[in-house]
């Protein structure tokens, strides 16, 4: 990395770095590394402890009569893969990267969220958890904003089947079409059939967790909820007590 291209991220994050070759670790993939230690791996760990900690208070501190599941799932939505990536982008952060040979033309979703994750790591490691936390509120408090207004909370199986009931006579099917992991740390893959269609299967770490994902990717494709003109999902218009 370039010391023009250094200044260039410092003034984005608004965060000048006093250890440079954390910034420099921060935005190398292991896949342009001879070995992992050296790639963002280790920052991405401790980034997302350090995230969803914040998180974790921001909605604690803002919504004082929230009960815990739904606070749970707020957290869920803002520290979500898609919501980290999006960060990124949003930051024209994603085109710093170093990445390996054949990776370059398309980076994934999944990189450029554990980017987020690593940079909030090395502003952490480079000047203590109030500054990381200064920049996580910065770039979050938005997307909580907008997971409250849009019923990211809500429960999504509950909303699936209250509109497939309405509007198609029928009731939500779930199935497991994989698990993977030892007993004890199993993953499951589920889909959902509405009638004939099916909808795009989720994994999760529980049974439940994958329904709720495989609810939710239903009720995207169905329309029930969209994307607003920042990309966030939120619910759209549809009238639930309509007989439409």
């Known amino acids: 990395m370039t010391d023009e291209q250094r200044r260039e991220i410092e003034q984005v994050l608004d965060h000048e770095f006093r250890t440079q070759s954390l910034l420099d670790i921060a935005f190398t993939h292991a896949s342009a590394t001879d070995t992992r230690l050296d790639s963002n791996e280790r920052l991405e760990f401790l980034g997302d402890a350090i995230l969803g900690a914040v998180v974790c208070e921001m909605i604690f501190e803002k919504f004082p009569d929230l009960l815990e599941g739904e606070m749970t799932k707020i957290k869920s939505a803002v520290v979500s893969r898609r919501v980290c990536a999006r960060i990124v982008d949003d930051l024209g952060l994603s085109g710093h990267m170093l990445l390996g040979k054949g990776m370059q033309e398309r980076v994934p979703a999944s990189l450029t969220a554990a980017l987020f994750e690593a940079i909030i790591a090395a502003i952490y490691l480079d000047a203590g958890y109030d500054a990381a936390a200064s920049f996580i509120r910065r770039c979050v408090a938005p997307m909580i904003e907008s997971s409250v207004r849009s019923g990211h909370h809500q429960n999504f199986k509950s909303l699936l089947q209250q509109h497939a009931q309405q509007k198609f006579g029928d009731t939500p099917v779930y199935r497991v079409l994989d698990e ?3 007993d004890h740390a199993k993953c499951f893959k589920v889909s959902v059939h509405v009638g004939p269609d099916r909808y ?3 994994w999760g770490a529980s049974k439940k967790q994958a329904e709720q994902q495989a609810a939710l990717n239903a009720l995207h494709a169905m329309g029930v909820i969209v994307e607003d003109t920042t ?12 007989d439409d």
């Open 231 to 242: 990309g966030q999902l939120v619910l759209s218009a549809f009238d639930f007590d309509s």
């Open 180 to 182: 993977k992991g030892p």
């Open 200 to 202: 795009e299967s989720a």
